[in-house]
């Protein structure tokens, strides 16, 4: 016979058939199990190692997460568009680049393409196309610039956000978990917005008037990530976090199409200019969401007063601490540091990031460069790769919830299978890119940006996932951790572009997308061996432990 505590009294309860009670709480009927209880959490000891499930009433209420009472689904999506309103105004700038700089003044005389001394037959021999680069021609495909800005100086630019969020990325975790989400995600998304708004201002300036602009986005960008994964981490039940993942992280995808079909029509109106516009209109849009958030959403579900009394107990029941979030829990640095499945979290953020930063900074270059399409083919076939991300990593993170709710996968073994997806298959993608495509077959490239779109969306469901699970109580910690090696991979990224593509040859593109694959690589194998899907040890609060140590167990059965 199986007994619990009773959610509604300190009363045990004993339940009448426990071969329904133990699957439904995630254990197999023979195993020992010592119960107790507090506070609508049930704390169990399987053998000697100490586990952690949220026992939730069968006659608790559910309002689904897709239907439209759900208020849980409206924070997802609100957190959708704020990722979506962020990453459109960093990103912007690949394509604003494009028509913002005189690209014709430095392919006359800067380094990678027109000095002659160094540029000698193999160079020349090694393009399968050839283009003229007269002033006349770009105009022509619709490149109408005329910043003076260098190969190198664009690369800085495209670093600088993410410097300054190297210095508030990890802090902002520890922040959030703390304070609450809701304050620090507000004002990340209101910095993007006034210096997006002030970008043409600064631009036309000097150059570095629109470094430190992009510099002070970053201290925004440091607290995005962590703290809509602290939001979720709250508002979320376990076996919702995958479909979840992969819906407010499509705001990654959807700002990587929508931002490049639009910055490229807005490109090539003669009005302002045209590539301003780019700028007032991502921004714009940011401050919109600042109002729409702060009006609508909460740090947490007890806090928000358009949530259901049904749906909040629901979310409470499910997460433990959804409720409130403890100013006083310490947090185990040290175990954290030293976990492997954290550590197989970071090595993947830093593969993925590297890889996503490479694709939105400098295709749209790629594309003009050595495919040669003009601004609204480049417009049309920036948004593709992005396109399929938006579509997989949503059909992948409900597949996984799937195999998850019915037992067909555990938690770690399907984190593990989707993650190596994700990683081994944008091998092979890189690698087709790489070895395969040129100017001849852009729609070869297409296919292989398309089947990498795919294979990145599987990540949502690994290391991803992995990351919200392992440690509830800190995945604001956690979170800033990962993101703080991503933002290391991100800056990296055109970096390591600008010293390998010098010259801006096929030879140099070859060995851009070589060094994703490789990186791609390593991750895969390192989560694949030490990479998990359930809450560590270390995870569990302190204060629980205690409580479930000093309480005298009710029963202790063999089932």
Same mark, same amino acid.
């Given at each position: 016979?199986?007994?619990?505590?009773?959610?509604?009294?300190?009363?045990?309860?004993?339940?009448?058939?426990?071969? $329904?009670?133990?699957?439904?709480? +995630?254990? %197999?009927?023979?195993?020992?199990?010592?119960?107790?209880?507090?506070?609508?959490?049930?704390?169990?000891?399987?053998?000697?190692?100490?586990?952690?499930?949220?026992?939730?009433?069968?006659?608790?209420?559910?309002?689904?997460?897709?239907?439209?009472?759900?208020?849980?689904?409206?924070?997802?999506?609100?957190?959708?568009?704020?990722?979506?309103?962020?990453?459109?105004? %960093?990103?912007?700038?690949?394509?604003?680049?494009?028509?913002?700089?005189?690209?014709?003044?430095?392919?006359?005389?800067?380094?990678?393409?027109?000095?002659?001394?160094?540029?000698?037959?193999?160079?020349?021999?090694?393009?399968?196309?050839?283009?003229?680069?007269?002033?006349?021609?770009?105009?022509?495909?619709? &490149?109408?610039?005329?910043?003076?800005?260098?190969?190198?100086?664009?690369?800085?630019?495209? @670093?600088?956000?993410?410097?300054?969020?190297?210095?508030?990325?990890?802090?902002?975790?520890?922040?959030?978990?703390?304070?609450?989400?809701?304050?620090? $995600?507000?004002?990340?998304?209101?910095?993007?917005?006034?210096?997006?708004?002030?970008?043409?201002?600064?631009?036309?300036?000097?150059?570095?008037?629109?470094?430190?602009?992009?510099?002070?986005?970053?201290?925004?960008?440091?607290?995005?990530?962590?703290?809509?994964?602290?939001?979720?981490? %709250?508002?979320?039940?376990?076996?919702?976090?995958?479909?979840?993942?992969?819906?407010?992280?499509?705001?990654?995808?959807?700002a990587g199409s929508t931002g490049g079909f639009v910055s490229a029509s807005l490109c090539s109106l003669d009005f302002s200019g045209g590539w301003p516009l780019i700028f007032?209109?991502?921004?714009?849009?940011?401050?919109?969401?600042?109002?729409?958030?702060?009006?609508?959403?909460?740090? @947490?579900?007890?806090?928000?007063?358009?949530?259901?009394?049904?749906?909040?107990?629901?979310?409470?029941?499910?997460?433990?601490?959804?409720?409130?979030?403890?100013?006083?829990?310490?947090?185990?640095?040290?175990?954290?540091?030293?976990?492997?499945?954290?550590?197989?979290?970071?090595?993947?953020?830093?593969?993925?990031?590297?890889?996503?930063?490479?694709?939105?900074?400098?295709?749209?270059?790629?594309?003009?460069?050595?495919?040669?399409?003009?601004?609204?083919?480049?417009?049309?076939?920036?948004?593709?790769?992005?396109?399929?991300?938006?579509?997989?990593?949503?059909?992948?993170?409900?597949?996984?919830? &799937?195999?998850?709710?019915?037992?067909?996968?555990?938690?770690?073994?399907?984190?593990?299978?989707?993650?190596?997806?994700?990683?081994?298959?944008?091998?092979?993608?890189?690698?087709?890119?790489?070895?395969?495509?040129?100017?001849?077959?852009?729609?070869?490239?297409?296919?292989?940006?398309?089947?990498?779109?795919?294979? $990145?969306?599987?990540?949502?469901?690994?290391? &991803?996932?992995?990351?919200?699970?392992?440690?509830?109580?800190?995945?604001?910690?956690?979170?800033?951790?990962?993101?703080?090696?991503?933002?290391?991979?991100?800056?990296?990224?055109?970096?390591?572009?600008?010293?390998?593509n010098s010259q801006g040859s096929d030879k140099e593109w070859r060995n851009v997308y070589l060094i994703c694959a490789v990186l791609n690589a390593i991750a895969g194998v390192?989560?694949?061996?030490? +990479?998990?899907?359930?809450?560590?040890?270390?995870?569990?609060?302190?204060?629980?432990?205690?409580?479930?140590?000093?309480?005298?167990?009710?029963?202790?059965? @063999?089932?």
């Amino acid at each position: 016979m199986f007994v619990h505590t009773s959610l509604r009294s300190k009363t045990p309860a004993t339940v009448a058939n426990p071969a $329904f009670a133990a699957p439904r709480m +995630g254990m %197999r009927p023979g195993l020992v199990v010592t119960a107790s209880g507090k506070n609508q959490n049930t704390w169990l000891t399987l053998g000697i190692q100490l586990s952690f499930f949220p026992f939730v009433d069968r006659m608790t209420p559910k309002i689904l997460l897709f239907s439209l009472k759900s208020v849980r689904l409206r924070i997802c999506i609100l957190a959708m568009l704020g990722i979506f309103a962020t990453v459109s105004m %960093r990103t912007i700038l690949g394509m604003a680049m494009v028509c913002m700089v005189n690209t014709t003044a430095f392919v006359e005389t800067n380094e990678y393409v027109a000095m002659s001394f160094f540029r000698n037959a193999s160079f020349e021999e090694e393009r399968v196309c050839s283009k003229s680069y007269s002033a006349q021609a770009m105009a022509e495909s619709g &490149y109408h610039g005329t910043l003076l800005w260098s190969p190198s100086m664009q690369s800085l630019l495209f @670093s600088a956000t993410f410097y300054g969020g190297l210095i508030t990325i990890l802090p902002s975790g520890y922040l959030a978990d703390r304070f609450g989400p809701k304050p620090f $995600f507000i004002l990340s998304v209101l910095d993007y917005s006034v210096v997006t708004i002030l970008g043409p201002l600064l631009a036309n300036t000097n150059f570095y008037a629109f470094l430190v602009g992009r510099l002070i986005m970053g201290l925004g960008e440091g607290f995005i990530m962590p703290t809509v994964s602290s939001l979720a981490s %709250r508002w979320f039940p376990p076996n919702e976090r995958g479909a979840v993942a992969a819906l407010y992280t499509s705001g990654i995808q959807l700002a990587g199409s929508t931002g490049g079909f639009v910055s490229a029509s807005l490109c090539s109106l003669d009005f302002s200019g045209g590539w301003p516009l780019i700028f007032y209109t991502f921004g714009c849009l940011g401050c919109l969401w600042c109002v729409i958030f702060t009006i609508v959403a909460s740090s @947490s579900p007890g806090e928000n007063k358009w949530i259901s009394n049904e749906e909040k107990n629901h979310i409470i029941s499910a997460v433990p601490h959804s409720s409130t979030y403890d100013k006083n829990v310490p947090v185990p640095w040290r175990r954290i540091m030293s976990s492997t499945a954290v550590l197989s979290i970071l090595v993947v953020q830093f593969s993925f990031s590297y890889s996503l930063t490479t694709l939105q900074s400098f295709l749209p270059a790629y594309f003009r460069d050595i495919l040669l399409l003009d601004v609204k083919s480049n417009g049309l076939y920036t948004v593709l790769p992005f396109l399929s991300q938006l579509i997989f990593k949503n059909v992948f993170g409900h597949l996984s919830d &799937y195999l998850k709710r019915k037992e067909i996968l555990s938690c770690t073994t399907s984190s593990k299978v989707f993650q190596s997806i994700g990683s081994f298959g944008s091998v092979v993608c890189f690698s087709g890119l790489a070895w395969f495509v040129n100017c001849e077959t852009p729609i070869l490239a297409l296919a292989f940006l398309g089947m990498h779109g795919l294979c $990145f969306s599987c990540g949502m469901s690994g290391f &991803y996932v992995s990351c919200l699970s392992i440690a509830p109580s800190y995945t604001g910690v956690v979170m800033s951790m990962s993101m703080f090696f991503g933002t290391i991979g991100n800056a990296l990224a055109p970096l390591t572009f600008g010293l390998v593509n010098s010259q801006g040859s096929d030879k140099e593109w070859r060995n851009v997308y070589l060094i994703c694959a490789v990186l791609n690589a390593i991750a895969g194998v390192v989560f694949l061996v030490s +990479g998990s899907g359930q809450i560590q040890v270390w995870a569990i609060p302190e204060s629980p432990k205690k409580q479930r140590m000093n309480q005298e167990p009710i029963v202790t059965n @063999s089932l």
